[in-house]
Nanobody, 117 residues
């Protein structure tokens, strides 16, 4: 499974961005897809995820501002980020979790989101 993430950039506080992540390869293996982020000097943290069945999970810090959706036909997950804050500045990583719990998670390359005040 390969994950291609895009959509990062520089935006002013209060603005919005959409991060798409497209999966390719053995996509039949994928159950949940999502986005993590890593702030400078901090551990990577879950931002949002969506299961194959459409169940979503969002971090408390982004509820009401971010939304995650999935286009199964395109094997693509989207993170819509609204009302961005400077504290959302981070490297965002796309993630895919396989159905088989003994298999490793898959990661895309990071995409930098910078929110200026």
């Amino acid at each position: 499974v390969q994950l291609q993430a895009s959509g990062g950039g520089l935006v002013k506080a209060g603005g919005f961005l959409r991060l798409p992540c497209a999966a390719s390869g053995s996509t039949f293996k994928i159950n949940t897809m999502g986005w993590y982020r890593q702030l400078p000097g901090k551990q990577r943290e879950l931002v949002a995820s969506i299961s194959n069945g459409g169940n979503t999970n969002l971090a408390d810090s982004v509820k009401g501002r971010f939304a995650i959706s999935r286009d199964s036909a395109k094997n693509t997950v989207y993170l819509q980020m609204n009302s961005l804050k400077p504290e959302d500045t981070a490297v965002y990583y796309c993630n895919a979790r396989p159905f088989a719990v003994w298999e490793r998670y898959y990661w895309g390359q990071g995409t930098l989101v910078t929110v200026s005040s």
